[in-house]
């Protein structure tokens, strides 16, 4: 009976110094609000020109995946935490227009009330395409989304259907209080990431020169919503901001 007391308050004390030496791994990324951390969102080759992707948005040729891998490469030895984003989807996943008899790419239909724009297959579970294009290596947790095939899921923390990711549970593990957001597209998966981080309690800054969206119209739309919700949009990286906001 007493040792399985003393037992228990040694893991106790063992537990909270543990908690205090994974919080104190990086006073510089974090401090009193938490960690910092990165969602690099969905830059895989079929968003690319760069693979000649299937959906490629505009101006993502080597020169920007190479800025955001060298970012994100930078990010990571300041000591922010890396977290990407995956688009996944099964064949028959719902965005896909050839899983629509009679209907184009870009078509938007109604399905249960929701909009949903029908898209050029991409990012087939599996395919080479699907890969992300930044260094796997640095990324701490890379969340998959949009495998479910009734529901499309541009937002990184959960789907159409309501489904969450992991991506709450998994930045709140690593007691994340701030989030910096870029990658693809910005009028799609930029945003919704970005305004469910914000809604989920983060304090997020989007880093405009790392994204790249759909249409120029929708994108600069986007940014003024993010704005709107809070969301710190900075042109370029600036890593002093980053830090005091
Ligand atoms: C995306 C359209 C369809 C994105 C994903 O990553 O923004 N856009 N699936
Ligand atoms: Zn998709």
């Given at each position: ?26 006073p510089e990324c974090g401090g009193a609000e938490g960690n910092i ?38 990010f990571?030895?300041e000591g922010l ?96 209080g701030k989030v910096v ?22 304090k997020v800054i989007?880093v ?24 710190e949009?900075l042109?370029t990286i600036d890593m002093k901001r980053i830090k005091e906001l």
């Amino acid at each position: 009976m007493k040792s399985s007391i003393s037992l228990f308050v040694l893991s106790a004390f063992c537990g909270l110094l543990m908690s205090s030496v994974s919080a104190e791994a990086c006073p510089e990324c974090g401090g009193a609000e938490g960690n910092i951390a990165v969602i690099v969102v969905d830059v895989q080759g079929d968003f690319t020109t760069l693979k000649k992707g299937s959906l490629a948005v505009n101006g993502t040729d080597q020169t920007f995946v190479d800025a955001v891998a060298k970012a994100t490469k930078n990010f990571s030895q300041e000591g922010l935490l890396i977290f990407g984003t995956q688009d996944w989807h099964p064949g028959d996943h719902i965005s896909f227009f050839t899983n629509h008899d009679g209907k184009k790419p870009f078509e938007a239909i109604q399905i249960e009330g929701r909009t949903q724009v029908l898209w050029p297959p991409h990012c087939i579970q599996g395919t080479e395409n699907a890969r992300v294009l930044v260094d796997n290596n640095l990324f701490r947790a890379i969340v998959k989304k949009g495998q479910d095939s009734r529901y499309d899921s541009y937002s990184g923390f959960q789907d159409d259907g309501g489904a969450k990711t992991e991506m709450d549970k998994i930045l709140k593990r690593n007691m994340v209080g701030k989030v910096v957001v870029y990658g693809i597209a910005t009028d799609y998966c930029v945003k919704a990431t970005a305004i469910d981080a914000a809604r989920a309690g983060y304090k997020v800054i989007v880093v405009e020169d790392l994204c790249r969206g759909v249409a120029p119209d929708t994108s600069q739309k986007a940014l003024e919503e993010m704005k709107a919700q809070g969301i710190e949009v900075l042109k370029t990286i600036d890593m002093k901001r980053i830090k005091e906001l």
